[in-house]
Nanobody, 123 residues
Framework: QVQLVESGGGLVQAGGSLRLSCAAS????????MGWYRQAPGKQRDLVAT???????NYADSVKGRFTISRDNAKNTVVLQMDSLKPEDTDVYYC?????????????????WGQGTQVTVSS
């Protein structure tokens, strides 16, 4: 099992910045990709940004050029720096980690999620 604890959400005016952090504990040796997703009430959870253990990043088109994801593999942390925030960025943000497990029967992935942190951007 992997446990994820997020911090850093809050209220900010449009154009401002916030920094989200996520710390992983438990079976962290299994983690490959980590990332951030966001979800509004009644809607599906959408990808914001991901980063692999090798540092390869992927961003949603809506946040490219404004958000930056980074990772410290030694500390098992992932950070999302959010700049030039817009009201449409308002959501609950969830940290995600993907664990990879292999045995004699094959390999499989397992998703882990944090508890979520609210980000509210006022206009």
């Amino acid at each position: 099992q992997v446990q994820l604890v997020e911090s850093g959400g809050g209220l900010v005016q449009a154009g401002g910045s916030l920094r989200l952090s996520c710390a992983a504990s438990g079976r962290t040796f299994s983690i490959n990709a980590m990332g951030w997703y966001r979800q509004a009430p009644g809607k599906q959870r959408d990808l914001v940004a991901t980063i692999t253990i090798g540092g390869r990043t992927n961003y949603a088109d809506s946040v490219k050029g404004r958000f930056t994801i980074s990772r410290d593999n030694a500390k098992n942390t992932v950070v999302l720096q959010m700049d030039s925030l817009k009201p449409e960025d308002t959501d609950v943000y969830y940290c995600n980690a993907v664990g990879n497990y292999c045995s004699g029967y094959g390999c499989y992935e397992e998703d882990y999620w944090g508890q979520g942190t609210q980000v509210t951007v006022s206009s």
